[in-house]
Nanobody, 118 residues
Framework: QVQLVESGGGLVQPGGSLRLSCAAS????????MGWYRQAPGKTRELVAS???????DLVDSVKGRFTISRDNAKNTVYLQMNSLKPEDTAVYYC????????????WGQGTQVTVSS
């Protein structure tokens, strides 16, 4: 089992930056695909970024060139560096872990609020 705790959200002005962290506890972190999702009020949850155990990454088109996902397997932590933030980035951001071994083993963090506003 994996427990996920996000941190780093907050209020930032347009053009600013935030760094989100997701700390994982439990076993087999290296066997999990990790992702960051976000959900704004009245909208569906969308996958923003994902990273494989060996560091391969994908980003949704709307954040390419602005966001970077990374992981530190030694620290059981995944990060989302967000630069050049826009008001449309405002959402609750959720960390996700999906086992590459047991497909039903999917875990979510509690979410962290990111608000981009002047």
């Amino acid at each position: 089992q994996v427990q996920l705790v996000e941190s780093g959200g907050g209020l930032v002005q347009p053009g600013g930056s935030l760094r989100l962290s997701c700390a994982a506890s439990g076993s087999s972190f290296r066997a999990y695909n990790m992702g960051w999702y976000r959900q704004a009020p009245g909208k569906t949850r969308e996958l923003v970024a994902s990273i494989t155990p060996d560091g391969g990454t994908d980003l949704v088109d709307s954040v390419k060139g602005r966001f970077t996902i990374s992981r530190d397997n030694a620290k059981n932590t995944v990060y989302l560096q967000m630069n050049s933030l826009k008001p449309e980035d405002t959402a609750v951001y959720y960390c996700n872990a999906a086992s590459t071994i047991r497909r039903l083993n999917i875990y979510w963090g509690q979410g962290t609020q990111v608000t981009v506003s002047s």
